[in-house]
């Protein structure tokens, strides 16, 4: 009987502590309704209700109804709200269902504080969907897209950043939650605020500043979907303020410009090429990119040790690469690449014209980027060759007849046109030789698989073989010059012209001759020459028509 009122005790204690806990809220509920009739607001009365939140002895119920007091009146509070926000969001972080279920339904009092939020508004709206995610992760979606609708009237900006720092957040690992603030930063943000966001140039540069941190660390799916979304902003048309030679700029700080390539890690390789070819795509007249050849040149090729890493596909890429950035590079830039540059084809060509080992596409690329570098920085070239080489022909006749040239410079120019003699032997040998096999495969009664490849093989490599050829050639000559900048690599397919396609399509549609021009003007002289008379058959009667026409 005497353990009775002992094991009481602490129920007692607990519902004395829980009436004090309903007084007290009471009293300041009374005290802010009083404040909406007399509009004299206390900040001691809202302070009461946000060290409610705060404390973790208070009943549920208690924490509940204080929550959507604090929400309620958070406007007329500015200094303080921040602090119950706060205290809110503790509660979501507890991860009791329906405290966050409470906080999302009341959010609207917090959004309507300027500044309130938008500090905490990623680490909460994760929070949010952490928690309700699991349960049911399309209404926790649409209830963050509620509370980014909200935000987005205080600013575009601002909202981009939030979605920014959603994505950058520790634990948006979720592929549906990253999908999701990737639609709605794209299509709510970029594309529904374009307008908004164009009038406003500064507003588009702090997009385009956290969208670029964010390139740094995304996959290449989101990669993708994100660059295109800078692209669409005003500032990064032709005529912007950044303009595509911003876009230029911004992916090439998304590369390590200053850090050694390692070949052997192979998504290092894959980014940079990603990068790069994107950027490419944005690359016109007035363009300078000094960043991309300097980096493909100084840390990919012309490293003694490293390009030898790298596979056939990625050093083919890497070279190809070269081959397009090149011609957009300063004469500063050019100059110092060439340098680094020449010394690798002097390397790579043939001793004598019998030589085997010869990497044509190396050499065609490299051949191609050092004269794209070479026409920009001609005196750079000359000081790392000794040899004088001209834009063109004529320039190079010029050149040669204008000046006296050392022994040091013809022996040095004998050794270039030597090299690039073997070298165009040595492919004419190749070729006779693919030529030959190629003949034997196709003239074989029968043909098997392995045959039919080795046609197919044969017929990729000659385009490279006569690529290769058509550049040493101006190398070789009598008076040295680079091959012409319009010179087209054979990995390149040359374009078609759709407008002569659509012609020989509309004649056809019309019923129209298709016959050649040239029958159709020998027919056309032969019945002149009926018609003369005396002229008899062909150009002859021709003739004589004309001569009976005058008559």
């Not at 958070?74 to 409470?102: I, R, W």
């Not at 964010?214 to 005529?239: D, M, R």
């Not at 022909?393 to 010029?398: F, L, T």
């Amino acid at each position: 009987m005497s353990d009775a009122p002992a094991a009481a005790a602490p129920a007692e204690q607990a519902k004395d502590t829980s009436c004090e806990y309903v007084e007290k809220f009471a009293t300041l509920q009374e005290q802010l309704y009083a404040s909406e009739t007399s509009n004299e607001w206390v900040d001691a009365n809202y302070q009461g209700i946000v060290d409610m939140l705060s404390d973790d002895k208070a009943p549920k119920a208690i924490l509940l109804r204080s929550h959507e007091l604090a929400a309620k009146y958070a406007p007329k509070f500015p200094a303080l709200s921040k602090d119950a926000f706060s205290a809110a969001m503790q509660q979501v972080e507890q991860g009791d269902v329906t405290v966050v279920h409470a906080v999302m339904k009341k959010i609207d009092g917090y959004l309507s504080v300027p500044g309130v939020v938008l500090e905490k508004a990623p680490e909460y709206l994760l929070s949010l969907y952490e928690k309700r995610g699991a349960a049911d992760a399309e209404q926790a979606c649409k209830s963050v897209e509620t509370i980014l609708n909200k935000m987005a009237a205080t600013s575009p900006a601002i909202l981009a950043k939030t979605c920014v720092e959603l994505l950058l957040a520790e634990g948006a690992t979720t592929e549906a939650w990253r999908d999701f603030i990737l639609k709605y930063l794209t299509t709510n943000v970029l594309e529904e605020q374009k307008a908004a966001l164009a009038a406003s140039p500064e507003s588009e540069i702090e997009v385009k500043d956290a969208i670029s941190k964010l390139l740094h660390v995304v996959s290449k799916k989101e990669f993708s979907v994100l660059l295109n979304g800078l692209t669409t902003l005003a500032i990064s048309q032709p005529k912007g303020q950044f303009g595509p030679q911003g876009i230029v700029a911004t992916l090439a700080s998304l590369i390590d410009l200053e850090a050694d390539v390692d070949f052997t890690v192979l998504w290092q390789i894959e980014r940079s090429l990603s990068i790069i070819t994107t950027a490419v795509t944005h690359f016109s007249e007035g363009i300078v990119d000094n960043a991309f050849t300097k980096y493909l040149v100084t840390k990919c090729v012309a490293p003694e040790g490293v390009f030898e890493q790298a596979t056939p596909a990625h050093s083919v890429a890497v070279l190809q690469k070269l081959c397009e950035v090149a011609p957009y590079c300063s004469e500063e830039a050019a100059a110092e690449c060439v340098k680094a540059l020449y010394p690798i084809l002097l390397k790579s060509l043939p001793e004598s014209e019998e030589s085997t080992d010869i990497n044509f596409t190396f050499l065609e690329c490299l051949m191609i980027a050092i004269s794209s570098l070479g026409r920009k920085a001609p005196d750079a070239f000359a000081e790392v060759s000794n040899v004088k080489v001209g834009a063109d022909v004529k320039a190079a006749q010029a050149a040669a007849a204008s000046e006296i040239k050392s022994k040091e410079c013809l022996d040095a120019e004998r050794d270039l046109k030597a090299k690039m003699t073997n070298l165009q032997s040595a492919i004419s040998r190749i070729m006779l030789q693919l030529n030959n096999a190629k003949t034997q495969l196709q003239k074989a009664p029968e043909k098997t698989a392995a045959s039919k490849a080795k046609i197919a093989e044969i017929f990729s490599v000659l385009p490279n073989l006569q690529a290769v050829v058509l550049l040493a050639k101006p190398f070789s000559d009598t008076y040295p010059h680079f091959p012409p900048a319009s010179f087209r690599p054979s990995w390149v397919k040359p374009k078609r012209n759709h407008n002569n396609n659509n012609k020989k399509q509309q004649k056809r549609g019309r019923g129209e001759d298709s016959q050649p021009a040239g029958n159709a003007q020998k027919k056309q002289r032969t019945e002149s020459g009926k018609k003369g008379g005396k002229g008899g058959k062909g150009r002859k009667g021709g003739k004589g028509g004309r001569k009976g026409g005058k008559k």
